[in-house]
């Protein structure tokens, strides 16, 4: 398969957790490199349906190797749960298939009290964030006060550190007007999560190397997506992560020169959760699709904003990650409707632009300009050959792709492996 990286497209929820799995058939390992336990995966094998938020999900897969990469951030009680879930579910899951590494910072409940406090705090200005404690644990990250998984499962230094960074944290909280946290109960639940953790950790930037040296076929597994990225994002309103490709480098310790291919997912609409410009949102389309059932958040159950396809957007995400091919999803979201509109040009200020403005007021006051496409009103979710899809749904795909300015390669007509097409 070469060694992938895979990113999101959009505002992240453009079903790359299934196109990954999808990918994973050829795949010997899967690398995480970005994000915490802010995102969520769905995954349905047969009827059974997984929600992944930390563990790849080529977990789902015998045979494969997962891996847990320093530039994720892990929220241990988290991750344990998650693993307890997958055991549940018949999921075999061992340090022989999963691989966590020992650099990736470890999220605190003080992390995710500060997420809150500081949400309230912005009031109208708020971003919408998972309130995981992304945002404050990637700050201590940068600011040098984090700790790492090898603190976590170091018991003889763990409590001391545990000890120098409550103390700390506990001050803010309190200024904030928020409970302090207490020591004991925080030691006790963090060291048993170390404790089961522990097995799982090591140094996988080595592992990597070796793998990438014996040409293995390796999966950079995205989270989140390009326009929630902390630089190329609509900023603030982004999560704290590098969620383009570039951050598959830093995020697993894999140079550029190693990576093979970009794949790009994104919806044949566009969706957004949380705060900030949305510049195609259309209360039409966000009706038609929650009216199906669809589009409520995997990690929060939160109603995700709906709109129309994106290219200006899109484009940029080209541009930014460098994606050689497309994977469209939730084609048959669309099925129903007579005509669609796709974005083409932003009119900002009275003129025509075709790019992102990096201010997000600035995108903010963009009005999209649309060119329409007639619907194919015909159900898609049944259809497992490209050929046999309808000539007009043909149409629109590739003029997605057109515009984005990549290969279209795969469709996506539902949520089940089955309902995959290759072109
Ligand atoms: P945070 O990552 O929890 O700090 O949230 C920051 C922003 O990113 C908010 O708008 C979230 O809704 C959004 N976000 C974070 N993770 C995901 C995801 O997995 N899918 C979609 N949006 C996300
Ligand atoms: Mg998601």
Partial sequence: MANTILVGAQWG?????????????????????????NAGHTV?????????????????????VCVIGNGVVIDPVGVVKELDGLEKLGVPVSPANLQISETAHVVFPWHRE??????????????????RGIGPTYGDKAARVGLRMI????????????????????EV?????????????????????????????????????????????????GAQGT???????????????????????????????????????????????????LPTENAEISDLLHGMGREFGATTGRARRCGWFDSV??????????????????????????????????????ALIQYVPADSEALARCEPVYQEFPGWETPTEKITRWEDLPVNCRHYLLTLAQLTGARLTIVSVGPAREQTMFL
């Fill in 13 to 37: 929820d453009e079903g790359k957790g299934k196109i990954i799995d999808v990918l994973t058939e050829q795949a010997e390992i899967v690398v995480r490199t970005a994000g915490g336990n």
């Fill in 44 to 64: 349905y094998v047969g009827p059974t349906k997984y929600v992944l938020h930390l563990i790849p999900s080529g977990i789902l897969r015998p045979g494969k």
């Fill in 114 to 131: 500060l997420d809150g406090q500081r949400e309230v705090r912005k009031g109208k200005q708020k971003i919408g964030t998972t309130k």
């Fill in 151 to 170: 603190d976590l499962i170091n018991a003889r230094r763990f409590p001391e550190r545990l000890r120098e960074r409550l103390e700390e944290n506990n």
């Fill in 173 to 221: 909280l309190k200024a904030l007007g928020a409970q302090a946290l207490d020591y004991d109960s925080l030691l006790a639940e963090y060291t048993a999560a170390a404790d089961r953790l522990r097995p799982f950790v090591r140094n996988t930037v080595l592992f990597l190397h070796e793998a990438t040296r014996r040409c293995a076929n390796v999966l950079f597994e």
């Fill in 227 to 277: 326009f929630l990225d902390i630089d190329h994002g609509t900023y603030p309103y982004v999560t704290s992560s590098s969620t383009t490709a570039g951050g598959a480098c830093t995020g697993s310790g894999v140079p550029p020169n190693r990576m093979d291919r970009v794949v790009g997912v994104l919806k044949a609409y566009t969706t957004r959760v949380g705060e900030g410009p």
């Fill in 313 to 350: 957007a899109t484009r940029h995400a080209a541009m930014v990650n460098g994606i050689d091919e497309l994977a469209v999803t939730n084609v048959d979201g669309l099925d129903s409707l007579r005509t669609i509109k796709v974005c083409t040009a932003y009119r900002l200020d009275g």
